[in-house]
């Protein structure tokens, strides 16, 4: 997040930042101008392919990453080598537990992502320094909470189809921090193993309900992995 060049119509502000769309939304947004810059040059803008690992679980905290594209996949592996994944972010959360000395879950890249890293001593110095962030970084952690107990009730008590089309309203209404509030269009950024280890369904199961959303106009699904939902509402619907 360097600042490569003063933008004539706002030259307090680093033009990275100012074409970063999940700035407001996240973290930055609790920034004024002044500490922006100062942030800016200790930051640095990193771009993952899909598929890529981006932190190892147990490995030692440097840096916290701010995502501004993309999905990242979450996930802990057993002693056995299975593999449970335990969570997605989106723009503009925040990659990392503060404070924390490893990582207690293996962060992916689960389509193209680009991130902001931030140096741990720098965040964590800022965080201590500026109530404003303090509270917006708690705001996020709580919201983060609440999507969690949410899907705790997806995965306890809801029907395959409600999973289904839970999953993939989560990802409808996550995945771009421009998106339309009435239309998404996106790419499945898991496979349909993952979205079954997720959703505590076999593959086949995930196949089916997809197909009956389809079958009842739901969602358009093109090349296997490019999904339209025409109205979000009607997905939402399918909830549960």
Known sequence: MAVARIDIHNSDIPV?????????????????????????????????????????????????????????KLSKVLEDGRQQVVGLQFAPDLLGRLFAQESRVTAEAASDVDICMVPKSAL????????????????????????????????????????????LYLIASHIDPTRSEVSATFDLPLTRADIGDFLGLTIETVSRQMSKLK???????????????????????RCG
């Open 16 to 72: 990275l930042c100012q074409s970063c769309e999940a700035r407001h939304k996240g973290m930055c947004g609790a920034l004024d101008a002044e500490q922006l810059t100062a942030l800016a040059k200790q930051t640095r803008r990193v771009r993952h392919s899909a598929g890529d690992e981006m932190v190892a679980e147990s490995m030692p905290v440097t840096g916290y990453g701010n995502v501004m594209r993309g999905v990242v």
């Open 124 to 167: 964590e110095r800022l965080v201590q320094e500026n109530p404003a962030l303090e509270h917006r970084l708690m705001q996020q952690t709580l919201r983060e909470l609440d999507e969690a107990r949410d899907w705790m009730v997806t995965l306890g008590r809801k029907t395959a189809a409600e999973k289904v089309a839970s999953f």
């Open 215 to 237: 079958a009842d106009g739901v969602i358009e699904i093109e090349n296997y992995r490019h999904v339209r939902v025409p109205d979000l509402g009607r997905l939402r619907g």
